[in-house]
């Protein structure tokens, strides 16, 4: 995920720009210090579990981009079926999900992540492939610097012996002209 500086929401609303250093997955805001302490004291937050924005930085990009929302219902996401692979609200569970025994909270799920082998082993592959990119990057370009440094160099050369033949045509010439000039002067 790219490296962005998250603003705190609600200090944002005031139109006041400090850093967030928590996420709140139930408010779906990201939060300062001062604001994080105040939400996690008040009675209708404190149950919120936060995470920290270091955790939440490293999480893959199709985990941040899920829908925080149920469409069919309209309420937050709370849990994650393993078994059908899916976010559910509470509503969901009562709907669809009545015989699964695999839910987690779904924040649980989302720290955990970052641990889970197969995001590790896609993160390893991941960072193989930038690191190879980046290899064959440096050698386009040190080819492509190569490239120019020849053209420039068969540039002047060609400069060079085209002086040179211009200067012995010249001479040719001169030596013609010359020669002409006393035979029929």
Known sequence: ???????????????????????????????????????????????????????????????????????????????????HGAPCCVNCIKDNHKDCRDLDPLIEVLRNIKTSAKVSSLDKELSTLIGTFETVGKYLNSRTTSLQENKTESLKEIRNLCASINKHLDKIEKKIVDGLSVEFD
């Open 1 to 83: 995920m790219a490296s962005v500086n998250h603003i705190c929401h609600l200090c944002e609303e005031e139109e006041v720009f400090n850093a967030a250093v928590v996420w709140c997955g139930d408010c779906e805001t990201f939060l300062c210090k001062d604001c994080e302490r105040h939400h996690s004291r008040s009675k209708a937050s404190k149950g919120h579990q936060t995470m920290d924005l270091n955790e939440y930085k490293k999480l893959p990009s199709f985990i941040v981009d899920i829908k925080s929302r149920c469409e069919m219902h309209d309420e937050k996401y709370d849990f994650y079926c393993k078994l």
